[in-house]
């Protein structure tokens, strides 16, 4: 599993995961739980659907 999130990029989902989460639970809903995604992923450096499309935000792996 190679990195394909580059580091603005890792910023934004991690900063968006936690506002969603906090939302979340500011209005009691569980739509706050979409927060995740961007936050794991953040977190990770790897997002699946960058996969089909052939993307990649991180600029220290040259791609083939």
Do not use: H, Q
């Amino acid at each position: 599993m190679k990195k394909n999130i580059g580091t603005a990029d890792m910023i934004i989902r991690i900063i968006l995961g936690v506002v969603l989460l906090f939302l979340g639970w500011y209005l009691n809903t569980w739509w706050g739980l979409v927060g995740l995604l961007p936050l794991v992923t953040g977190l990770f450096g790897f997002c699946p659907a960058y996969l089909p499309f052939g993307i990649s935000t991180n600029k220290g792996e040259a791609e083939g």
